[in-house]
């Protein structure tokens, strides 16, 4: 087992059971603050309908009375193979008519070489499965209908009444025995009839059976889904791209459709499997042509389980694929025919994970018990904070459902879609969106669940190492703003910001957060320091030297942003932009940290980052005062752009920080770029507003975010929250979830900058409220309270022990520990944070200034297994 499975909260794995001792008791959580989302109509859309995981399957339920729905995912159901892939692309052959190009400031002519000569093809879209639907032969009058997800058990129920009869239907997505099962009861017996089947939206492929008591699906979803129409790939002259798709000469094969499944592209396409096995005590089961029919039963369970010819990201799901009919099978044997005992296992899973935090926001309101769709909609009010508690634990349920070790990591999606052409391919996008989905990982208590993106980083090192080699001439590994299941590392077509290669720094830096917050050497040597190396082997290479003696990327790209010069020309491609810096100067700070850390021998690369480090091009102060996004003081062709790219080092890095004659440039590039969002765009900009201690923003734009959206909008502008709570980009993506979770905890506690900082950006309407569980880095879990916007209480457990720096709004007692009598920098090395140096000012009258709240800090050495308290006095 890798050093990454020993985590914290002594989390023990013995024959399949998992043990979770907590560090504080669970008798403290409140009973007031229910944690449901609940409606009183079914799901009329899929962004209505209520999500399930067990890390490996996805479930949307409607709830429908009538007729329910089930859409159905399984998170390795990828279209494609890794067999095709377009990799010849040589940037050395034109890398210096690009650069020439760039000097000269014509970075038009630059960008459509770029356009032209390094961009690959098309990337393979994540597949939705099947649908497992329900009819029921209700025809008395319907009431009292409910529909609810009930957080903390991790568990779906429908309850409505038919003439007078009550029924219940429980869904739940099992981890431990891999399983979706479905639960049907009525309040008199013999009430259940009704008839089942499997659908699925791959048809072409599709074989459908119905054997005793089981249906079956056996499928190949795509060999090929491109999201891109044909014409368009013609246009962009991309058809060598494409020899499943095109003849040598251009033209179009006979036949060819954007979506080819099986013999109609060379037999590709990943198979799987579905089951859903049927027990109805009571009553008359009889099955033919693909449906099951029950008929008067006292109560109906029906377990689901799936599985693909997945066999790795570099083996081919055709030619040396797994036969998901011999995984199906065992998992439906191992799993129990009972549901209350499968329920039992699920709940106790689930809770071990979910129960080490809870929050409380301030006190439910009468509108706290609305349907949660009309709790959206009516949240601007401030009239109902608890809605943002439960949004903060949705966020971490949806972790638990979709992130689990050994399955795939979270993608654009999580593990929810329903389209065989999904939005950006329900992939990974590797220049926000990926990393923004693991944002709350450690600091909201779920380590676990970091542990499969950890794991899709490896293996993406290992075409990277391929791709910078063979793309770029380097040393190191390389990977660009796109990642699907198979890992390729090289730029995906189209869009010009698919040339952007500092993906690796910013995803080895997640795993750098691990070993913060966890402390675990063997982790820091074994898994983190290989890849940071591999990734600044590249950087190194990959810098140049301007003329004015700084080192920085000759070929820059600030994601999604284009900036305008010249006589109103745009370009998105400049050397030396801000993000470029940051990641490079992050990633060499890191690994000259760790080399000294783990006692390694010097070596030349280690030499070369020491003398490039305080040499790479600084931050600049443009002429607004803001923050400068690129190596010139452009304008912005979009100034309320949705990415924030240049304001990575205050977050999600830690380069910027009080000190360092930032803060305030920050701030002016936030009120330049404005508060109107995509939905994604508005987490990230939660968490630079607490960061800028500036709690009543980022809850203006949690307010922002929690604004309702129909899935008819699919504008790129107006984000919001659908009705389920999943985040409207719009279209739906999950990441805005995940980054408002980790803007929340950002509000409550710091730990990035060296200190413990308790209630940093605590807005004026949260004067009340409670948080246990958070996580600190250096191995501390916290627990607060506070009254009248002032801290009451604070536990600490110190796990691993060492040197702390804690920052308070106001003296306290502490109890437990011993306050050392001077505060300087924080010697524990879980606390290390980046000095970026000086920046470049190119206009100082036109600063912005920062609020700084006042505090105070105490020092306290701590042993491992310690618990102390701070009190108000």
């Known amino acids: 087992m890798s050093n990454i499975h020993i985590l914290p909260r002594l989390f023990c794995l013995f024959a399949g059971l998992v043990l979770f001792v907590p560090s504080f008791s669970q008798s403290k959580l409140s009973k007031d603050h229910p944690l449901t989302l609940w409606y009183d109509k079914p799901a009329s859309e899929w962004t209505e309908a209520l999500p399930l995981g067990n890390g490996h399957m996805g479930a949307m339920v409607f709830g429908g009375v009538r007729e329910d729905r089930l859409q159905l995912n399984e998170n390795t159901l990828y279209s494609g193979d890794p067999r095709y892939s377009y990799q010849n692309i040589d940037v050395k052959r034109r890398y210096s008519e690009v650069t020439q190009l760039l000097d000269s400031g014509k970075y038009k002519e630059a960008e459509d070489i770029i356009a032209a000569d390094w961009l690959g093809r098309a990337q393979e879209c994540y597949q939705p499965m099947a649908d497992f639907r329900m009819e029921f ?125 099986d013999e109609n592209v060379h037999h590709l396409g990943m198979s799987f499997d579905l089951r859903a096995v049927v027990y109805a005590p009571g009553g008359q089961l009889s099955s033919s042509d693909g449906y099951i029919e029950i008929a008067n039963a006292d109560a109906v369970t029906i377990i689901l389980a799936a599985a693909t010819s997945y066999n790795g990201f570099d083996k081919s799901p055709v030619a040396e694929g797994k036969d998901p009919s011999i995984w199906v099978e065992r998992y439906l044997t191992n799993a129990p025919s009972d549901f209350s005992a499968i329920k039992e296992k699920h709940i106790a899973d689930h809770q071990s994970l979910f129960n080490r935090m809870h929050i409380e926001l301030g006190k439910r309101t009468p509108q706290s018990d609305l349907p949660t769709d009309q709790r959206v909609q009516l949240f601007a009010n401030g009239k109902d904070y608890d809605l943002a508690a439960l949004y903060f634990q949705f966020g971490r349920y949806l972790m638990i459902a979709g992130s689990r070790p050994g399955g795939q990591p979270l993608n654009l999606q999580g593990i929810w879609n329903d389209k065989v052409l999904p939005p950006w391919a329900s992939a990974y996008t590797m220049n926000i969106n990926a990393q923004m989905n693991y944002w709350p990982a450690e600091l909201c208590n779920l380590s676990e669940c970091h542990e499969p993106f950890f794991e899709a980083i490896k293996e993406l090192a290992v075409n990277g190492k391929n791709t910078a080699w063979n793309m770029y001439g380097s040393p190191g590994w390389v990977a660009h703003h796109n990642m699907s299941i198979w ?172 000190g360092t004659g930032l803060m305030g440039p920050v701030k002016r590039s936030m009120e330049i770029r404005g508060d109107l ?74 730990s990035h900058a060296g200190v413990i900082q308790l209630l940093p950006a605590l807005p004026k309407d949260w004067s009340d409220g409670k948080v246990y569980g958070l996580r600190a880095r250096g191995g501390f879990e916290i627990n607060m309270e506070w009254e009248n916007g002032k801290l009451k209480t604070a536990e600490f457990f110190s796990e691993k022990g060492g040197d702390c720096i804690i920052v308070v709004p106001e003296e306290m007692i502490l109890k437990g520990a011993v306050q050392t009598e001077t505060v300087g920098e924080n010697v524990n090395p879980l606390f290390k944070f980046i000095n970026p140096g000086e920046p470049v000012y190119h206009n100082q009258t036109e600063l912005t200034e920062i609020d700084i709240p006042a505090t105070r800090q105490m020092a306290i050495q701590t042993l491992a297994g310690q618990r102390f308290t701070l009190e108000s006095q």
């Open 487 to 658: 890992r390729k590392a090289e730029p995906v077509d189209f869009c010009r910001c698919s040339f952007w290669p500092m993906a690796a720094g910013w995803l080895v830096s997640h795993m750098w957060e691990g070993y913060l917050f966890r402390g675990d050497v063997g982790f820091l040597r074994n898994e983190v320091y290989p890849l940071l190396e591999g990734a600044c082997a590249f950087y190194d290479d990959w810098l140049v030297k301007d003329v004015s003696g700084y080192y920085m990327t000759p070929v820059g790209h600030s994601p999604e942003q284009y900036f305008l010069y010249g006589d109103n020309q745009r370009s998105s491609q400049s050397p030396g932009p801000t993000m470029d810096m940051a990641i490079i100067r992050e990633s060499f700070h890191r690994l000259l940290e760790a080399h000294e850390r783990l006692g390694l021998e010097e070596n030349e690369l280690i030499q070369r980052i020491r003398v490039k480090l305080p040499q790479l091009l600084p931050y600049q102060v443009g002429k607004k005062g803001q923050l400068q996004e690129w190596l010139f003081d452009f304008e912005d062709l979009d100034l309320q752009h949705r990415h924030i790219s240049h304001l990575y080092g205050l977050h999600p890095g830690n380069q910027i920080h009080p």
């Open 677 to 750: 969002a995509t939905g994604w765009s508005m987490g990230w900009k939660i968490n630079v507003w607490a960061r800028l201690y500036d709690g009543d923003h980022a809850l203006m734009m949690i307010k922002n975010l929690l604004s309702l959206v129909k899935e008819s909008n699919t504008s790129m502008r107006g984000g919001g929250t659908y009705p389920n709570l999943f985040c409207a980009h719009p279209p739906f993506q999950i990441d805005g979830n995940f980054g408002a979770t980790a803007g929340i905890a950002e509000m409550l506690l710091q």
């Open 137 to 261: 032969k209700h025809k008395d009058k319907i009431s009292g209908y409910k529909r609810s997800l009930d957080l903390s058990e991790a568990l779906v129920r429908v309850q409505y009444k038919e003439g007078h009869v009550n029924f219940t239907r429980e869904y739940l997505a099992s981890h431990p025995d891999r399983v979706i099962a479905v639960r049907i009861t009525a309040s008199k017996p013999g009430q259940i009839n009704t008839r089942l089947r499997l659908s699925t939206p791959h048809s072409p492929t599709a074989q459908f059976a119905s054997e005793g008591n089981v249906l079956k699906l056996m499928a190949k979803v795509p060999g090929i889904a491109l999201r891109r129409e044909l014409q368009q790939v013609v246009n962009n002259g991309d058809q060598h791209k494409y020899p499943e798709l095109f003849h040598r000469d251009g033209s179009v094969k006979e036949g060819v459709q954007q979506v080819l499944y």
